[in-house]
Every structure is written in C-alpha cells, then in structure tokens.
C-alpha cells in the first residue's frame, strides 16, 4: 500500500488548509485511515482516525472541535480538514493505514508539512 499525501503549507493563525492522502496498492476500504504529526523536537503524536465506512472517529483531545476526518472509499482517499489553526499545529503530517484486525498502523506516507504562522 501506497499513500500519497498533500495539502500542506503556510497558513496564518486562525486559518484551514485541507490535507488529503490517496492509496495505492490495496483496497483502501477495508483499511482504518489515520493522521498523525510530528513537529520538531517532539514525537509523532496521533491527531485522529476513521473506520473503514466513516462511521466511527477519534481525535486527540488537542484538536477537537477544529479538525474533521473523512474518507471517500471511491477515491480511495482520506481528508483531514483543520480549521482555526493555531501556531501548535505547525508539524509536517502524515497518513497511515491499517488493517483493521491490526492494533498498529502498517503503512505511511511520507508527509506533507504544515506551518502556522502567528
């Protein structure tokens, strides 16, 4: 599996930007999609998740309210739409896919970078 990520960029404090990621490879269906980020000189952290049909998400308590999660399974692709960013936020995000008989994620992409500006 295959994922591709974009969306990315600058941004001023209070603004949205849309990331999406397509799969390749696999059948993006039957996956568990996810976003995570890492901003420097901390750890990748999880932002939120989708089930196969979109009925079930989460997120990280940090982005609650101001980020959405959805999936189009024609398309083969994941959206992450992030509203009222903040300056916390800045990070470079990546998508990840798994099973979903797996507890962990198998595969990633390789990111799209995300700053905003205060």
């Known amino acids: 599996v295959q994922l591709q990520a974009s969306g990315g960029g600058l941004v001023q404090a209070g603004g949205s930007l849309r990331l999406s990621c397509v799969a390749s490879g696999g059948t993006f269906s039957s996956y568990v999609m996810g976003w995570f980020r890492q901003a420097p000189g901390k750890e990748r952290e999880f932002v939120t998740g989708i089930n196969w049909s979109g009925g079930r998400v989460n997120y990280a308590d940090s982005v609650k309210s101001r980020f959405t999660i959805s999936r189009d399974n024609a398309k083969n692709t994941v959206y992450l739409q992030m509203n009222s960013l903040k300056p916390e936020d800045t990070a470079v995000y990546f998508c990840?896919?798994?099973?979903?008989?797996?507890?962990?994620?198998?595969?990633w992409g390789q990111g799209t970078q995300v700053t905003v500006s205060s």
């Open positions: 990840a896919a798994r099973c979903y008989t797996r507890a962990s994620y198998e595969w």
